[in-house]
């Protein structure tokens, strides 16, 4: 079964600051996806950014990139310059087939991260 | 961008009542789509996936019979809770895959319901 487990409830930056999210996951499976998604008070739930386990560099998007440490099995997200905007809860996500499409996604429990001016 | 609608955003309805939610792809064809229901402050955990023209897949502890899902068209899925309980209050979200990759599921706005 897989799991994914983020250990940080909740996390403070302060703006203009980078920060780091922490994600594990555990899976039997040699190909699967990692996905970040973003969620503000308003409940929507933003795609971030995207890792498969077989590529061999880091996902970047824009000031989102993913820390992919795969014998540690480890995903961790890296917020740079921070943005009040950022302020949201943020999810961990892993799906196996290969990140192929129809496969469930197992979402981490989240991280509240709180941007400060 | 792939979009997902979901209406209504809210609904307050009376304990023993059923309310149905409707979940539409507005701009692509969504052959599998799933319904997620979430509690403040936590994770979103998936209730089940519903597939075009055939019948849902509940997960483990989700009573089928109290939260029915039909996907009657490329396009539209709905989940229909019957005899709502003020238990049943929550947030309920639903997603369907994207065709490119990688495959990211798009997420509708959520709906907030309230039960009292």
């Known amino acids: 079964a897989q799991k994914i487990t983020q250990t940080q409830p909740g996390m403070f930056v302060q703006e203009k600051e980078a920060v780091t999210l922490d994600c594990t996951y555990d899976?039997?499976?040699?190909?699967?996806?990692l996905f970040w998604y973003k969620q503000p008070s308003s409940g929507e739930m933003i795609f971030l950014i995207y890792?498969?386990?077989?590529?061999?560099q880091n996902a970047t998007e824009g000031r989102y990139s993913l820390n992919f440490q795969k014998a540690r099995k480890s995903a961790n997200l890296v917020i740079s310059a921070s943005q009040l905007g950022d302020s949201a809860m943020y999810f961990c996500?892993?799906?196996?087939?290969?990140?192929?499409?129809?496969?469930?996604?197992?979402f981490g429990q989240g991280t509240i991260l709180t941007v400060h001016p | 961008g792939a979009v997902v609608s979901q209406h209504p955003s809210w609904v307050i309805c009376k304990s023993g009542t059923s309310v149905k939610i409707e979940c539409r792809s507005l701009?692509?064809?969504?052959?599998?789509m799933f319904w997620y229901r979430q509690f403040p402050k936590q994770s979103l955990m998936l209730m089940a996936t519903s597939n075009e023209g055939s019948k849902a897949t509940y997960e483990q502890g989700v009573e089928k019979d109290k939260f029915l899902i039909n996907h009657a068209s490329l396009t539209l899925s709905t989940l229909t809770v019957t005899s709502a309980h003020p238990e049943d209050s929550s947030f309920y979200i639903c997603s369907a895959d994207g065709d490119t990759l990688p495959y990211e599921q798009y997420f509708g706005p959520g709906t907030r319901l309230t039960v009292t």
């Open positions: 996500a892993m799906r196996d087939a290969g990140g192929t499409s129809y496969g469930k996604l197992t």
């Open positions: 899976t039997s499976d040699q190909s699967y996806g």
């Open positions: 890792q498969g386990s077989y590529d061999e």
């Open positions: 701009d692509f064809q969504a052959t599998t």
